[in-house]
T-cell receptor, first 114, second 114 residues
């Protein structure tokens, strides 16, 4: 079945450090891929997405490139801020026809310290 | 647009009590979902409704029932609450007709069962 694996946290970085959160997915079909962010006490918000191979999604300084050859969609940011402290979820859309369920990774908690 | 709204935001129940969590969306989406989020478990799908008039079980449906009241509203009912149902519950919706299946989330209901 569909699955998404992302690096386990927590991840703690100093402000202005470089961020990478790894995400790999099962290669079934040609999924669209997503990164969601959850700030403390809130619901999930879509951060960025990519719908086909080699697409780069970007938003708020975050980027992720859809790599079909390595089945990966790693999240990166060049210089993190304290306000980026949150839980990040990687997700893929379903491979089966008529299926509507996204498959989420377990989430990676990021803490950025001043 | 309010997006996806959920009520209540917080609830404390005693074991054996019942309650209904309400969810509504104003984006004219076809599909709606109920998830629970537990520490270290990520998001787990409880039930979903691909379109008005249909509901299907997700990964963890036991102890829950749902009603798709109309296109806007999707409720989750706990008939006899148990401490294992202490969790944060999120409702989500998606257009459901497009390939991308991007989901929009509500702010969550934090439920404690004593």
């Amino acid at each position: 079945g569909d699955s998404v694996t992302q690096m386990e946290g927590p991840v703690t970085l100093s402000e202005e450090a470089f961020l990478t959160i790894n995400c790999t997915y099962t290669a079934t079909g040609y999924p669209s891929l997503f990164w969601y962010v959850q700030y403390p006490g809130e619901g999930l918000q879509l951060l960025l997405k990519a719908t086909k191979a080699d697409d780069k999604g970007s938003n708020k300084g975050f980027e992720a490139t859809y790599r079909k050859e390595t089945t990966s969609f790693h999240l990166e940011k060049g210089s993190v801020q304290v306000s980026d402290s949150a839980v990040y979820f990687c997700a893929r859309n379903p491979s089966g026809a008529g299926s509507y369920q996204l498959t989420f990774g377990k989430g990676t908690k990021l803490s950025v310290i001043p | 647009n309010a997006g996806v709204t959920q009520t209540p935001k917080f609830q404390v129940l005693k074991t054996g009590q019942s309650m209904t969590l309400q969810c509504a969306q104003d984006m004219n989406h076809n599909s709606m979902y109920w998830y629970r989020q537990d520490p270290g478990m990520g998001l787990r799908l409880i039930y979903y409704s691909a379109s008005e008039g249909t509901t299907d079980k997700g990964e963890v449906p036991n102890g829950y029932n749902v009603s798709r009241l109309n296109k806007r509203e999707f409720s989750l009912r706990l008939e006899s609450a148990a401490p294992s149902q202490t969790s944060v519950y999120f409702c989500a919706s998606s257009e459901g007709q497009l390939e991308v299946h991007e989901q929009f989330f509500g702010p969550g209901t934090r439920l404690t069962v004593l």
